[in-house]
């Protein structure tokens, strides 16, 4: 044999011995994983409630936030537009507490995530069998900075935005700025960090804009944030995978900060009287890689 054909077969199998370590470190020790990450999409279309297209209401600005992180709650996946809530897939609940009297999120505990990072993998062994058409995600915790006008001037600002059911939050950082609370917020929950100040506040009740394309035939309770998204095609989970199986979780966040605009400027001008009506995502498409 010639050293050259010696020299190609050894490279050869080198390669493929690679290519098999390289397959079982990407599946694990515990085997293949369902795997999900974020993604904040400013361009995605913008959805009411009932996961239809809708534009900014008259009397009403808006602007896309840029987003640092986001925490879940809940992740389900359903098999067909008629499975009710809870009725599918349940692949992760967040650990909730009763420490501020109510059950709610229990915040110190939260996995945060930036664009593009994993939130949450399982292993595929564990997910049962099955045709899945819709993601549920329950939102629970967002991060981002926004533009507004203040003193002749336009200003970046931080927001830490609690849009699940109810969180406990012992503290939190915004920014540069950590809030403590010590008590259970209800959705809607706000904090704005700028170069000279933090506020905070809470937006009126059923004020979060939570898409759900299959409202009428699979509602979800009011004051919570399961947004709702249809698969491009359906996911088929048969427990024979060999690989990770990667979903994109891409929320809409076009223009998804929204304001009663009194000077009708087009800008945030909380100094004079602007305020904030809507801080929910506009809309979920998983995505799967």
Avoid at 133 to 146: F, K
Avoid at 198 to 204: M, N
Avoid at 235 to 253: F, Y
Wanted: include cysteine; charged fraction near 20%; proline fraction near 6%.
């Amino acid at each position: 044999m010639s050293k050259n054909l010696l020299l190609s077969g050894c490279l050869a199998a080198l390669a493929l011995c690679s290519a098999c370590s390289k397959k079982e470190q990407s599946a694990g020790a515990d085997g293949p994983k369902l795997v999900f990450k974020y993604k904040f999409d400013p361009n995605q279309e913008r959805l009411g409630n009932l996961g239809q297209p809708v534009s900014v209401p008259a009397g009403n600005a808006a602007q896309s936030p840029v987003f640092r992180a986001m925490s879940s709650h809940y992740l389900e996946l359903a098999p067909n537009a008629f499975t009710a809530l809870g009725k599918g897939a349940v692949l992760y609940r967040h650990q909730e507490t009763n420490k501020g009297g109510e059950m709610a999120i229990d915040f110190a505990s939260a996995k945060l995530a930036a664009d593009g990072e994993v939130f949450y993998e399982v292993p595929l062994k564990d997910v049962p069998a099955g045709k899945y058409e819709y993601l549920r995600v329950s939102l629970a915790y967002q991060n981002y900075d926004i533009r507004f006008n203040a003193l002749g001037q336009e200003w970046t600002g931080s927001v830490a935005s609690f849009i699940g059911f109810n969180s406990y939050i012992g503290s939190y950082k915004i920014k540069d700025s950590t809030l403590t609370v010590n008590a259970n917020r209800k959705q809607g929950y706000w904090a704005l960090e700028t170069k000279y100040s933090v506020v905070s506040g809470q937006a009126p009740a059923g004020a979060t804009t939570v898409p759900n394309p299959i409202a009428v035939t699979s509602p979800i309770p009011a004051g919570s944030c399961v947004v709702t998204g249809p698969f491009n095609s359906a996911l088929q989970i048969t427990g024979q995978e060999k690989e990770d199986i990667v979903i994109t979780v891409s929320l809409s966040v076009n223009k998804s900060f929204e304001w009663k605009d009194l000077n009708s400027n087009g800008k945030y001008d909380p100094l004079e009287g602007e305020a904030v009506v809507d801080m929910g995502v506009r809309g979920l498409k998983p995505l799967v890689n």
